[in-house]
């Protein structure tokens, strides 16, 4: 919690109020689990990050003007070592051909998680100027508009009231592992409603969070969830 305090209390010091390197931190820092990565500035350090991480890695453009990274070919996956420094310079040049006076604030060089076996949730939340902080679940990823399969609640939740936003949703079978495919880890996805639910209330600048995708990934006693994209805005 307080690590979140300093994050947040640096972002405040600046001009614009939305976080890029510091988003993910804050998840960390609420032991939401996110990928291994780092966030670079050239294609050496690309490479380098790349190397660290097992397998191949994602590269993703770091805008606070982009919003929508994979509209404008700002995500590259399954990015060899070989091709990290490459992929730095061309996520570079589409985000410059796009929109010439973009901040950048870098390449985000990520961990790969298997999304074959994964299912894409999103987990935000808005302030209503009614209701307070809105927690929101449901299916993620690009099919988050198309679906429009969410449900909400009131922060902060309870651990039953974060089980059932996982149980109500329609597409709550793909979690329990449809047509032969394997369970998701719902309790882990569950813990990280909680979490995001006590960050939220903890810090009332927070005023919009989206986690998009948090990808579910079957039971297999590691981490069983991973924060991939987050978004948010703060006071
Ligand atoms: P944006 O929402 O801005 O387009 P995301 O970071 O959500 O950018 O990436 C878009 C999509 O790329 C995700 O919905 C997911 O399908 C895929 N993706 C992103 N990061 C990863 C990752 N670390 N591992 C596997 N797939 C990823
Ligand atoms: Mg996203």
Do not use: C, W
């Not at 998840?27 to 350090?45: F, K, M, N």
């Not at 380098?48 to 805008?63: L, P, Q, R, T, Y």
């Not at 299912?119 to 209701?131: L, S, Y």
Request: no cysteine.
């Amino acid at each position: 919690r307080e690590r979140a305090f300093e994050i947040l209390a640096s972002v405040h010091d600046r001009d614009d109020n939305r976080l890029g390197v510091e988003a993910m931190e804050l998840l960390d820092a609420y032991g939401i689990p996110t990928p291994e990565g780092a966030i670079v500035d050239s294609p050496e350090r690309a490479a380098e990050v790349a190397e660290g991480i097992d397998g191949d890695v994602v590269m993703k453009i770091v805008s606070p003007d982009i919003l929508h990274k994979s509209d404008i070919g700002g995500v590259a996956v399954g990015v060899s070592d070989a091709d990290a420094a490459d992929t730095y310079e061309d996520l570079i040049t589409r985000a410059r051909n796009y929109q010439p006076d973009a901040t950048l604030l870098g390449v985000q060089v990520q961990e790969m998680v298997d999304l074959d076996d994964g299912v894409e949730t999103i987990v935000g939340m808005n302030r209503d100027p009614q209701f307070g902080p809105l927690l929101m679940f449901g299916l993620g990823g690009i099919f988050v508009e198309v679906m429009e399969d969410t449900t909400f609640r009131v922060a902060p939740v309870s651990e039953p009231e974060a089980r059932e936003m996982t149980e109500e949703i329609r597409s709550a079978p793909l979690l329990r592992g449809a047509r032969g495919r394997d369970p998701v880890d719902i309790d882990a996805v569950i813990e990280t409603i909680g979490r995001l639910s006590q960050l939220v209330t903890d810090f009332p600048a927070i005023l919009e969070l989206d986690i998009n995708p948090l990808v579910a990934l079957p039971d297999d006693d590691g981490s069983n969830a991973a924060a991939v994209d987050v978004r948010l805005t703060v006071d």
